[in-house]
């Protein structure tokens, strides 16, 4: 699906790598590592600043995804995305509040600076996230 995606924009397929990653070797799930572009070089980081192409990248990954988990792509015709459980559960009201959910991760310790709830955040800065949430969870 990928592959298939980035050859419409004449990107050339440098096949398959195995390494002794560590974002790959100590995960205990299935992983994969996918590196479609690369910033330096000026072609690629064109292609990386154009909303449409990375949305069409975006959807040629889901759509690998799906086509090797065996799952069913949804359609129109079937939209069966699971509920949300926040919206089922009556005790939880259901509206969002991303400040106050970020006031939560602070109490907690989970992060320890106030950020504005629509400002991005850097793959590091979730990893910092996640890794403290495992963490906690081994306790």
């Avoid at 799930?29 to 449409?52: G, Q, T, V």
């Avoid at 995804?65 to 005790?91: H, K, R, Y």
């Avoid at 009201?93 to 320890?112: C, F, N, R, T, Y």
Wanted: cysteine-free; charged content about 20%.
């Amino acid at each position: 699906m990928v592959f298939n995606y980035l050859k419409g924009f004449g990107v050339v397929n440098r096949g398959e790598k195995r390494a002794n990653f560590l974002v790959l070797r100590d995960t205990s799930m299935p992983a994969l590592l996918l590196e479609n572009l690369f910033i330096d070089n000026p072609r690629d980081a064109a292609l990386l600043k154009d909303s449409d192409f990375i949305n069409g990248l975006a959807l040629a990954i889901a759509d690998g995804i799906v086509e090797s988990q065996l799952l069913s792509p949804l359609t129109q015709e079937n939209p069966t995305i699971p509920a949300d459980p926040i919206i089922q559960n009556p005790t939880v009201p259901p509206v969002w509040d991303p400040q106050g959910e970020i006031d939560k991760l602070i109490a907690s310790g989970i992060i320890v600076n106030n950020h504005q709830a629509d400002t991005p955040v850097t793959w590091g800065q979730l990893a910092t996230v996640l890794n403290r949430i495992i963490e906690r969870n081994k306790l």
